[in-house]
């Protein structure tokens, strides 16, 4: 585990499965249709059960779904966590189609969201380097940059102590212990 400190807020770098933290919001890479998937989006609705997904069917009948960089919340069914925000990442198509502020915006649109709900700690997984096939470094470093940057704006509605950065696979847990003092 590595953690940097940005004013009130604790970034820490852990490695594990998502389902298995428990604090406030964990977040989910899912897709726009918001119907559940593969990857960390299959084992969320695994472990929490069908309660989550009834409530994306009622945001999908509100809003027809979440378009890429934006963030919806649900309750965590069966998990540890009270919510989940469920987020959608950009599918890497080469670097040229904006994919890198989709990205950005899918972290800093989480982090807004938890505030708004009084949120005091929350868990991300390291969104598009799965299936959406973000090559990982490029990932981590538009992930870490969003992150700080929200902190560093000093915003007066953030009053999260922790943001947990769950990697799940020795690639991202490399990269991302290397790179997160770069962005103290
Ligand atoms: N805990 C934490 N991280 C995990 C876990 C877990 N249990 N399982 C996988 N990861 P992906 P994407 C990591 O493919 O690329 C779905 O079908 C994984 O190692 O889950 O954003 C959705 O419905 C990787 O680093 O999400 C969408 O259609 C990271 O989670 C699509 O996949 C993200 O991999 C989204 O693709």
């Known amino acids: 585990m590595k953690t940097i400190q940005i004013g009130r807020t604790a970034v820490s770098v852990r490695t594990g499965d998502i389902t298995a933290w428990s604090g406030d919001i964990i977040v989910n890479a899912a897709n726009s249709g918001l119907l559940g998937g593969k990857g ?49 990442g950009p599918i890497w198509e080469g670097g040229g189609r904006g994919e890198d502020h989709t990205l950005a915006e899918c972290y800093r649109s989480s982090l807004q969201l938890a505030n708004e709900v009084g949120a005091r700690t929350i868990a991300f997984p390291n969104i598009s380097t799965g299936i959406y096939e973000y090559p990982k470094p490029f990932a981590c470093d538009v992930a870490l940059k969003s992150i700080t940057n929200y902190l560093k704006e000093e915003r007066p509605e953030n009053r999260l102590e922790e943001i947990d950065l769950i990697c799940f696979d020795p690639e991202n847990e490399k990269l991302y212990v290397q790179r997160l003092e770069q962005f103290a």
Request: contains cysteine; hydrophobic residues 40%.
């Open 40 to 88: 960390v989006d299959g084992v969320i609705h695994a472990v929490g059960g069908p309660e989550i997904m009834e409530e994306c069917k009622k945001i999908r009948q509100l809003q027809g779904g979440c378009p890429p960089g934006h963030a919806v919340l649900t309750c965590a069914g069966l998990l540890k966590a009270k919510h989940v925000i469920h987020t959608v």
